[in-house]
C-alpha cells in the first residue's frame, strides 16, 4: 500500500486519521479543496467541514467535493467518520461510496483505544451506548441512532450485512452474501480480522471508521516491528506507569532477580521474551523489583544473604537486566528501545558498548527520543526517563512513538 485517500468531515478529524498514515511514513497532506489533491505520490485527506450541516447539504458537498476525481489512483480510500457517530455519516458515506464505486463497504467504527467499541451493531462510549450519553442531545448535531448496520439501511434500498462479534470470532469471516457490512469490533485485533477477511474478497472496499480504521489497515498489510522496554527503576511513579500500561495491554514479563542472585537460568528470560517480540507484541521487561515492591524486599533479602549489600543488589539488577535486553536484541529486531531509570540507561549503553547517542526530539517534557551511536546497535532508536518522572500513562505513548516509521 502506497497511497491512501481519506474523507473526513472537520479538520480535526481529518489530522487524526491522517496522523495515523504519517507516523508510518506516509507522507500525508490535508487539503480543504479537491483542486489541491495531485498525482504526486502524496496520500491526501479532504476535510469537506460537512459534520454539522443539514444532512442533504452534507450530501450535496460530499458529492460536489469528490466530482472529477479519479479515486482509483489511491491504493485504499477511507471514508472517516466520527467514533461517537455525530455529523450526516449516512449521507456522507453513500455519496463517497458512489465516488469510489466500491464493490465491498466495511463500516466499522470502533476506536478501542479510547473506548469505542461495537457490540451487536450497537455503538458504545466506555460500555455505554451512544444513545444514551450525553452525546444524544448535542445541541448542534445530536446523534439519533447508535445502531450502525440502521444507519447504512437509512441510506440504501440493499442488503446489510451484520458481522457480529460472535461470528467474527468463530471465523471464518464470510462477506459474500452482501456489499454492504456494519461490522462489530472490540479491540483492534478483531478490526484486523474484519479487515484480512475483506481484503481477501479482492474487492474495491470502502472503508469506513475512525483512526482506528487507518492505523489497523497499514498494520495488517505493513506490520510494524515491535518494541521493547526496559525497567530496572524501583521508584513507585516507575510502577504505576507499568501497571497502568498493563491494563491497557502491555505485555509485561518480570525477572526474578532473587532467582537469579541465587544463580538462576537467565536463558529462560531471555527466550521468553524474543518469543513475545517474533510474535510481534510489544513488550515490557521489567524487573521484579519493579513490578512489585515486595520482591524488592525479597531481593534485598537474598542478597544479605550473599553478603551483598543494597547498593550491590541494585548494580546487580541493572547490570543483569542489561545485560538481557542486550541478549534478547541480538535475537530480535525491534523498532526501539525504551530504558526507564539512568542507571539502567547506562548499563545498557556500557552492555552493548555504545559510545553514547543522538538526540533526535523531545518526545514529551524531559523526555527524549535519541539513537544509539557506535556499539552492538548503533543506529537504534531510543527513548530515555528518568523511573520517578512522568505521568501514569507515559509508557503506551512511549511504545507507539518508538513503533513509527
Known amino acids: 500500500m502506497n497511497r491512501c485517500f481519506i474523507v473526513a468531515d472537520d479538520f480535526t478529524g481529518s489530522n487524526d486519521t491522517g496522523v495515523q498514515l504519517t507516523r508510518r511514513g506516509f507522507r500525508t497532506m490535508v487539503?480543504?479543496?479537491?483542486?489541491?489533491?495531485?498525482?504526486?505520490?502524496l496520500s491526501y485527506v479532504l476535510d469537506t467541514e460537512s459534520r454539522n450541516i443539514p444532512g442533504d447539504e452534507a450530501r450535496e458537498k460530499v458529492a460536489a467535493r469528490?466530482?472529477?476525481?479519479?479515486?482509483?489512483?489511491?491504493?485504499c480510500v477511507i471514508k472517516k467518520v466520527d467514533s461517537t457517530l455525530r455529523g450526516n455519516l449516512?449521507?456522507?458515506i453513500r455519496e463517497t461510496d458512489r465516488a469510489y464505486g466500491s464493490e465491498l463497504v466495511i463500516f466499522m467504527p470502533a476506536l478501542p483505544t479510547l473506548g469505542r467499541t461495537t457490540k451487536n451493531s450497537v455503538h458504545k462510549l466506555n460500555g455505554v451506548r451512544i444513545g444514551y450519553t450525553e452525546l444524544?442531545?448535542?445541541p448542534r448535531k445530536p446523534v439519533l441512532e447508535d445502531n450502525i448496520a440502521e444507519i447504512l439501511r437509512s441510506a440504501y434500498d440493499e442488503p446489510v450485512g451484520a458481522l457480529t462479534?460472535?461470528?467474527?470470532?468463530?471465523?471464518?469471516?464470510d462477506l459474500s452474501s452482501a456489499r454492504l457490512w456494519a461490522c462489530d469490533a472490540e479491540t483492534d485485533e478483531d478490526m484486523r480480522a474484519v479487515i484480512a477477511a475483506a481484503r481477501q474478497t479482492g474487492k474495491r472496499t470502502l472503508?469506513?471508521?475512525t483512526a482506528a480504521m487507518a492505523d489497523n489497515l497499514i498494520n495488517s498489510e505493513q506490520p510494524p516491528l515491535p518494541s521493547l522496554a526496559v525497567i530496572a527503576s524501583v521508584s513507585e511513579v516507575a510502577r504505576k506507569q507499568i501497571h497502568f500500561a498493563e491494563s491497557k495491554g502491555l505485555l509485561v514479563q518480570t525477572v526474578d532477580i532473587a532467582e537469579l542472585l541465587r544463580g538462576g537460568d537467565r536463558s529462560f528470560y531471555v527466550q521468553r521474551a524474543v518469543d513475545a517480540l517474533r510474535a510481534g507484541q510489544d513488550l515490557a521487561f521489567v524487573s521484579s523489583a519493579s513490578y512489585d515492591r515486595a520482591e524488592l524486599d525479597a531481593s534485598v533479602a537474598e542478597g544479605a544473604r550473599q553478603g551483598m549489600s543494597r547498593d550491590d543488589v541494585a548494580e546487580f539488577t541493572g547490570s543483569v537486566i542489561s545485560d538481557l535486553a542486550a541478549d534478547i536484541l541480538d535475537q530480535v529486531k525491534v523498532s526501539g528501545l525504551f530504558l526507564s531509570g539512568g542507571d539502567t540507561a547506562i548499563h545498557f549503553f556500557d552492555a552493548v558498548k555504545a559510545t553514547g547517542s543522538e538526540i533526535v526530539f523531545e518526545l514529551t517534557v524531559g523526555i527524549p527520543m535519541m539513537r544509539l551511536s557506535g556499539g552492538r546497535f548503533d543506529g537504534l532508536k531510543v527513548i530515555t526517563k528518568a523511573g520517578a518522572f512522568g505521568t501514569e500513562d507515559v509508557l503506551p505513548v512511549i511504545m507507539r512513538k518508538l513503533g513509527e516509521a
Do not use: C, H, M, Y
Open 31 to 41: 487539503v480543504l479543496n479537491p483542486a489541491g489533491i495531485k498525482d504526486d505520490g
Open 90 to 92: 449516512a449521507e456522507e
Open 165 to 173: 462479534l460472535d461470528q467474527l470470532r468463530a471465523g471464518p469471516i
Open 136 to 138: 444524544a442531545r448535542d
Open 207 to 209: 472503508w469506513v471508521g
Open 66 to 75: 469528490l466530482a472529477g476525481l479519479d479515486l482509483s489512483r489511491f491504493d
